[in-house]
């Protein structure tokens, strides 16, 4: 397990390698530059700006020179927000997005197991219908379509929470469950499908002939298998949630991550746009080994040797 | 017994799929809605007399009414909602599916040459789709945007280009339980060079998990692109789409609600057909699942 966990880090290397590779060409390759603006400036002052930012040294150095700094945690400075470096505007923002995302999380996986488990055992009733039909919904609905709605009846109808910013408790229950929604709703999908395979069985079957009573063989043996599909989706689900964050924060003016970055890409802020993508894919990649690495704790039948 | 045969009429695999699609009332239901729809769009703006950017000065962001001529409302510039929520219908539907149309082509091309290569080749491709499958993908998207301009034509590509991944991980799977059937075998015992074999045997054998999973790649697309158009990244004025009418809508949903409603209400009832008829598909296809 351990050596795995080496050859998985070590395998993740020419991954984020590779994203910081894209990343840096893509914008070199980009027409336009950073600093053009309507007004010319004096051949002098884009020299020295050129300079001043590393922009007139061979390619390959810049990207040499790129690399070093952000494998020590440096992603240069923004080329907007003057006086602030990417980095620091990162862990300003991190902290807000952390909050929200991994609160969505949390409501997805909980809420989702919950429906999913209880539509499978009363499969093919009304209320297993109903659950489904609503997990559909938050399919098909998205959570741009969501926030906006939830806030008109709840926010500005109804009066019942506030409708941007951030703060206490009450001011994190709209992006929450807008950026959840889409994500419980697959978790319930996922989750019934495999209970309704694992109820079929033969050691549920065993269970029961034991005299176990049905709420415990639900919770404590039917559940269990059921929920390994569920963590296998945990890694596409950050991704999802990451990528939701960004329109969430924007619709409820939180200063997270998501929202630096949309602004950086309107702003044309390269080095900021930049710090993010490599900052949430390197993210990511750690999510989906962690991940793994649980994998084995709860299904005792995977093995890393 | 040649009465028995008589009876039963012999079906192809498309032929059974299609009677087990019919009895799908769901699936039908979703079909017909979308057939509606994208007729709608089709047609519909030839026959309204309002043009896209026409301002009506008498109505400025007036709620909808049968009244006067804007069914749906008109927006705070004056133009007739309905008549921008079809243009946008067509924006949105054509972005679905030329990208999934991308993703399609690189797929089956991606996944084929890796399932009948097999072998080193097989794992080397495979790999680069897993690392792939692993990043943010937007923000890749979004930054080709953001340097490269907002081109609708580069939006098709890059959104195709995100797209592939399922399906030539579908497609890879295909080709490696075709590549020794029988007929398979035949064919290249008589000397059909590999091109060939994979064009014209394996892949026309794969295409039903992929029609499938490219009903539900649609969806998807048409999803990603209302979000970037959303955020402001994808498609620019003059034109509009879905994602841009809901993103203008729901700056403005507290005085104008209907310019939210209205344009999520199309899009909301479009991905749900495409997600009924997607599933219905999969079903009639796949009739163990």
Known sequence: MYAYAVRRLLGAVPTILAVIVIAFFMIRLAPGGPFDSERAIPPEIAANLAGAYHLDEPLGDQFVRYLGNVLAGDFGPSFRYKDYSVTELLWSGFPVSAQLGISAMVLAVLLGTAAGAYAAVRRNTIVDGGIMALAMTGIAVPNFVVAPLLTLVLGVYLSLLPVGGWGGLSHAVLPVVALALPQVAYVARLTRGSMLEVLRADFIRTARAKGLGARRIVTRHALRAALLPVVSYLGPATAAIITGSVVIEQIFGLPGIGRYFVQGALNRDYTLVMGVVIFYAILILLFNLVVDLLYPLIDPRVRYD | ?289
């Not at chain 2, 998207?141 to 081109?151: A, P, W």
Request: some cysteine.
């Open chain 2, 1 to 289: 017994m040649t009465d028995l045969h008589a009876h039963i009429p012999v079906r192809s695999l498309w032929g059974y799929a299609w009677l087990r699609l019919k009895r799908n009332r769901a699936a039908m239901t979703g079909a017909v809605l979308l057939a509606l729809i994208a007729a709608a769009c089709i047609v519909g703006p030839w026959l309204l007399s309002h043009e896209l950017d026409a301002v009506d000065w008498d109505h400025i962001q007036s709620p909808p009414s049968l009244a006067s001529e804007h069914i749906l409302g008109t927006d705070a510039n004056g133009r007739d909602l309905l008549v921008r929520i079809l243009h946008g219908g067509r924006v949105s539907l054509a972005i679905g599916l030329a990208a999934t149309l991308v993703a399609v082509i690189i797929g089956i091309a991606w996944g084929a040459t890796a399932g009948y290569a097999g072998g080193r080749w097989d794992g080397f491709m495979m790999r680069f789709v897993d690392v792939l499958y692993a990043l943010p993908f937007m923000f890749f998207v979004i930054i080709l945007m953001v340097f490269f301009g907002r081109d609708i034509y580069l939006l098709f590509i890059a959104l195709g280009a995100v797209s592939w991944l399922d399906m030539a991980r579908i497609v890879r799977g295909q080709t490696i339980s075709l590549k020794y059937k029988d007929f398979v075998l035949a064919a290249r015992a008589m000397g059909t060079p590999p091109l060939r074999l994979v064009t014209r045997h394996i892949v026309p054998n794969a295409l039903g998990p992929v029609a499938v999973f490219a009903t539900l790649t649609v969806p998807q697309v048409i999803l990603y692109e209302s979000f970037l158009s959303f955020l402001g990244l994808g498609v620019q004025e003059p034109m509009t789409s879905w994602g841009v009418l809901i993103s203008e809508g729901a700056q403005l949903m507290e005085s104008a609600p209907w310019m939210l409603i209205a344009p999520a209400a199309f899009l909301t009832l479009t991905l749900f057909c495409l997600n009924f008829v997607g599933d219905g598909l999969r079903d009639a296809l796949d009739p163990r699942g």
